[in-house]
């Protein structure tokens, strides 16, 4: 069995790469997610308000999270918003007030940052790097839940 630790040379450069594409599908998630919370109408407002600040906070966390891991492993994290929208692989959702369109822009974000989420977390095993799988295996757990939930609101 491979020991986990901080990985070495080009595996901290290539997790940091991938981190900082992270980083960029957690900025527009988080921007989208907060223009949700402001144009929420309708008779689901109160409820989907409370729900997309309660999201939007939670990724604020993981991006400080994110940026941090990069800077770990040595490498500068992506911090304009030319960066984050040129590498993000969400994009921006503009005008959306409808609780379903709402919910759906949320489940592609989650969809997004998952798939993403589990290459970085084959990488960082096969890497060696703990401290980057222990992350990511911490937002699958809580995001495939999230994604269970919105898919069901939907439904």
């Not at 594409?21 to 997610?33: C, G, I, P, R, S």
Request: charged share 25%; net charge negative; proline share 1%.
């Amino acid at each position: 069995m491979k020991s986990l630790s901080t990985p070495k040379g080009s595996n901290k450069k290539k997790l940091a790469t991938m981190l900082n594409e992270l980083l960029a599908d957690y900025m527009m998630f988080y921007q989208n997610t907060r223009g949700l919370h402001w144009n929420i109408k309708g008779e689901k407002f109160f409820e989907l308000h409370a729900k997309f600040e309660e999201l939007y906070t939670n990724l604020l966390v993981k991006i400080d999270e994110i940026g941090e891991r990069i800077l770990t492993l040595g490498e500068q994290p992506y911090h304009t918003f030319s960066d984050f929208i040129a590498y993000s692989k969400i994009k921006a959702v503009k005008n959306v007030s409808d609780a379903r369109k709402s919910a759906e822009s949320v489940i592609n974000g989650l969809e997004e940052v998952l798939k993403l989420q589990n290459t970085i977390l084959n990488a960082s095993a096969e890497a060696g790097d703990e401290g980057t799988n222990a992350l990511m295996s911490d937002y699958i757990a809580e995001q495939e839940k999230l994604l269970w939930m919105y898919k069901a609101y939907c439904s």
